[in-house]
Structure formats: structure tokens, C-alpha cells
């Protein structure tokens, strides 16, 4: 079975800082994807990044990217030069094996940029 | 702009009362998700529709049924509330671009 592993809670920096959330996460399926998703306090997810297994670079969207170790299994999101509105839950998921592609997710990590 | 709406932002319930949580895309999407949310445990899947009338147990389907009659619209229905459902209720829709996510409904069964 799949499993997400975020062990991070809670996280606290620094505006205009960069952060780390990690990720690591347990798959047998030998092609695979890993999404990052963000929460406001409003409840919507956010999507913001997405890396396949097998891409050659780390995927990169703005002020987001992800650290993507494939052997060690982890797929860190670094966000660069923090803002006062990223504070939110920052949740990473990856699609079940099989059909439709159900996603699972971490226990997530709420992150508060302090002024 | 492709939305998926959940017509209740914040919920309250008795006990024992029989919830209804709509869920309605406009993406043409065949896959519908139904997901609840707490702290430290992250999103959980319940049910998971692939079409209509179409339906398909997650991980924690126990107190919940699913009914999806149009394929634009997926509810959860809580046959009995009882207070350990009370938590936040997120639903999706996932088509060709990915995955989108309602605002969610926020349920308190007292």
C-alpha cells in the first residue's frame, strides 16, 4: 500500500525567507507522481506542483519547487522568499495504484510566515 | 473557470439526523471524490464515484453512502450523524488536467 509520510505539524519563518516541507513516501509502483497541494483557511486545495518519477528535472513553478530525491524516496517542497500569504496547510499526495487514480495524502504541514 | 461547488460551507446537526452534502461540477469530469479531513491524519478517502450510478468504497466508508444520479452532481449522505463525523468534508473532481477541489463543508454534529 501506499503511504505519505509528512512529519512536520507545524513549521514557523520568516517573511521573505525560503522553507522546506518534507515528504517522504512508500510506493511499488515503479512509475509515479507526487503532487503538493495548498490550504488556505478559506478550504480550498490549491494545486502547486507536480513531479513524475520519471522527470529528468525538479519540477520548478515560480516561487515553488520540489526537492526530489527518488532513492531516498522523498519529495521536499522549497518555497523561495516567503510571503505573508503562504501561510496555509501544505498537504503532498500521490495517486493510489490503479484505476482512477485516487490520491493519498500526507497528515500535512501547516506553515505560518511570521512579519 | 472550472469549479467545483459544495453547497454548504459550515453545517450543524443533531445526532441521529440524516445529512445531505452536495457536491456539483461543471467540468464534465467522470471521476468524483469524497474525502474528510482532520487534524493529523490529513485527507481520507470515502467514496469515489467513476460514473453515474457508479460508486466505489474508500478507506473509511463506514456511516457514509454516496449517491451519484447526474454525472455533474456526487453526494454523501450520513445516514445517522453521530458526533465522531464531525470534521471537515472535502469533495473533487478529477478530469485530463488533474484534480479540483471544493471549498469544503465544515459539519458539527451535536
Known amino acids: 500500500a501506499q503511504k505519505i509520510t509528512q512529519t512536520q505539524p507545524g513549521m514557523f519563518v520568516q517573511e521573505k525567507e525560503a522553507v522546506t516541507l518534507d515528504c517522504t513516501y512508500d510506493t511499488s509502483d515503479p512509475s509515479y507522481g507526487l503532487f503538493w497541494y495548498k490550504q488556505p483557511s478559506s478550504g480550498e486545495m490549491i494545486f502547486l506542483i507536480y513531479?513524475?518519477?520519471?522527470?529528468?528535472q525538479n519540477a520548478t513553478e515560480g516561487r515553488y519547487s520540489l526537492n526530489f530525491q527518488k532513492a531516498r524516496k522523498s519529495a521536499n517542497l522549497v518555497i523561495s522568499a516567503s510571503q505573508l500569504g503562504d501561510s496555509a496547510m501544505y498537504f503532498c499526495?500521490?495517486?493510489?495504484?490503479?484505476?482512477?487514480?485516487?490520491?493519498?495524502f500526507g497528515q500535512g504541514t501547516r506553515l505560518t510566515i511570521n512579519p | 473557470d472550472v469549479k467545483v461547488t459544495q453547497s454548504s460551507r459550515y453545517l450543524v446537526k443533531r445526532t441521529g439526523e440524516k445529512v445531505f452534502l452536495e457536491c456539483v461540477q461543471d467540468m464534465d469530469h467522470e471521476n468524483m471524490f469524497w474525502y474528510r479531513q482532520d487534524p493529523g491524519l490529513g485527507l481520507r478517502l470515502i467514496y469515489f464515484?467513476?460514473?453515474?450510478?457508479?460508486?466505489e468504497k474508500g478507506d473509511i466508508p463506514e456511516g457514509y453512502s454516496v449517491s451519484r444520479e447526474k454525472k455533474e452532481r456526487f453526494s454523501l449522505i450520513l445516514e445517522s450523524a453521530s458526533t465522531n463525523q464531525t470534521s471537515m468534508y472535502l469533495c473533487?473532481?478529477?478530469?485530463?488536467?488533474?484534480?479540483?477541489f471544493g471549498s469544503g463543508t465544515r459539519l458539527t454534529v451535536v
Open positions: 513531479q513524475g518519477s520519471y522527470d529528468q
Open positions: 473533487a473532481s478529477r478530469g485530463v488536467n488533474g484534480y479540483t
Open positions: 499526495a500521490m495517486p493510489r495504484i490503479g484505476g482512477a487514480q485516487k490520491l493519498v
Open positions: 464515484s467513476y460514473d453515474v450510478k457508479m460508486k
